[in-house]
């Protein structure tokens, strides 16, 4: 469980290096059972990454105990309804990234300007309904938002991937922020060119074998 801590404390400080977090904002969290019980390990409530220490990391069950010194992030509601309802869902991560962020103000979905929108589960990025942060209802805006995928935005507020382990969760982050970029950057020039419902189910389907098969 030090080992685990630790590569979450070295992967919340990874965030800021890939240009998706700022200070304090955003959180990482794993899957981690502990004496039995279900549940995930998250970075702690307003403490900046690079003064994490292993013991500042928060196991919280999936019942909502948190176990540690410190208080769990505030968002820990959406990271532990998506534990339990996703088999899928081995790291969570959730950033205030600039471009995301940008278009989540705008409360717009973002359409299959790209292929790689589909690297995400769907023919587009969906954004949430808006809700207080820290809320039962922002967790249930989000179960909502990223049904059937595993990236969204959050109106007003950011973005949100799922991995099957940490380093994953921090590639899709990074391939999210990426897509909002370019996005954002093809609407200042003029509304872009959307792929039809056709070929992002060709895309799709070619993304279910895509990459190397165990």
Not at 169 to 176: I, K, Q, S
Not at 186 to 201: H, R, S
Request: proline letters at 4%; charged letters at 20%; hydrophobic letters at 45%.
């Amino acid at each position: 469980m030090a080992e685990l801590r630790q590569q979450l404390i070295d992967g919340a400080r990874r965030m800021a290096d890939l240009g998706l977090n700022r200070g304090t904002a955003g959180n990482l969290s794993v899957r981690a059972p502990a004496d039995g019980e279900a549940g995930f390990l998250i970075t702690p409530s307003g403490m900046a990454y690079d003064a994490l220490q292993p013991e500042d990391i928060v196991h919280v069950r999936l019942d909502g105990v948190a176990v540690g010194r410190r208080k769990p992030s505030s968002e820990w509601r959406f990271h532990r309804d998506l534990y339990a309802s996703r088999a899928d869902a081995g790291a969570i991560l959730h950033a205030h990234s600039p471009f995301a962020t940008s278009l989540a103000c705008l409360r717009r979905d973002i359409p299959a300007f790209h292929y790689m929108i589909a690297r995400f589960g769907g023919d587009s990025l969906r954004c949430s309904d808006y809700a207080t942060f820290g809320t039962q209802a922002l967790s249930a805006a989000v179960l909502r938002a990223i049904d059937g995928r595993c990236g969204c935005l959050l109106a007003n507020h950011g973005m949100l991937v799922i991995g099957g382990d940490l380093s994953r969760a921090l590639a899709l982050g990074v391939e999210l922020e990426a897509l909002c970029e370019q996005y954002w950057r093809a609407c200042q020039i003029a509304p872009p060119v959307l792929l039809d419902a056709a070929e992002m189910t060709r895309v799709l389907a070619k993304f279910a074998g895509y990459g190397q098969q165990s």
